[in-house]
């Protein structure tokens, strides 16, 4: 069955530092997703993307963060200078259509900010 | 989107149904009834969604009240591997309505032999 992935599992990083997440998205959808969800918290959204655009943005997703899909198969999120609050689970998500009822998220990234 | 609301935690002993309510009072004609689990830190995964009837799946059975301000989700054999957070979310299927998922506390679940 396809399946989200992502990379890496867990990312430790400085503050201050840059940090880029990968997800391959599954290869026939077309929305990407990333959210995020800090220990213990609720899952958050953060970014909806679509035709090499973004669709929809969450308070969250501040100018510290940018996503891109490089090439035919990545979609990566980019924090710019981690704060120790950006420790979360970051999670990758994608869907057929905008319509879809099924939002399918990868294993998710942990990332630890020090 | 129309807000949600679960109880916290549930138990259920192994093999039962477990029957998770969710209640959506203010919810529009337009809007679904979503559920997601999440097991353990691992990604939310979908379960089952409807708008109006009742919903049937290999995962789950999705009861919705003829009024639509409440639903139950039925696991009909509850295993060990059903422990998780179980989220009802409420949105529009419409690109123009946006397309996030937006989770509440959900309920814990949990599965005891």
Redesign the interface.
């Known amino acids: 069955e396809p399946e989200?992935t992502q990379t890496p599992s867990h990312q430790v990083t400085q503050m201050g530092q840059e940090v880029i997440l990968r997800c391959v998205p599954i290869s026939n959808h077309l929305?990407f997703?990333w959210?995020r969800?800090i220990l213990g918290q609720?899952?958050?959204?953060l970014v909806?993307f679509y035709n090499n655009e973004i669709?929809?943005k969450?308070e969250i997703f501040d100018d510290q963060f940018s996503v891109e899909r490089p090439d035919g198969s990545n979609f990566t999120l980019k924090i710019r200078s981690t704060k120790l609050e950006d420790s979360a689970?970051y999670?990758c998500?994608s869907?057929e259509?905008?319509?879809?009822?099924?939002?399918?998220?990868?294993?998710?990234t942990r990332l630890t900010v020090t | 989107d129309a807000k949600t609301t679960q109880p916290p935690s549930m138990d259920c002993a192994e093999g039962r149904a477990a029957n998770l309510p969710c209640n959506h009072s203010t919810i529009s004609g337009n809007e679904y009834v979503y559920w997601y689990r999440q097991i353990h830190s691992q990604g939310p995964q979908y379960i089952i969604h409807g708008l109006k009837n009742n919903e049937t799946n290999e995962m789950a059975s999705l009861i919705i009240t003829e009024d639509r301000k409440s639903s139950t989700l039925i696991l009909p054999h509850a295993t060990l591997r059903d422990t998780a957070v179980y989220y009802c979310i409420v949105r529009v299927a419409d690109n123009n309505a946006g397309n996030m998922l937006t989770f509440g506390g959900g309920t814990r679940l949990m599965v005891k032999p």
Do not use: N
């Not at chain 1, 609720?42 to 959204?45: M, R």
């Not at chain 1, 879809?100 to 990868?106: K, N, R, T």
């Open positions: 989200v929305y997703y959210y969800q609720k899952v958050e959204f909806s669709s929809e969450s689970m999670f998500a869907s259509q905008g319509t879809s009822y099924e939002q399918y998220f990868g294993p998710g």
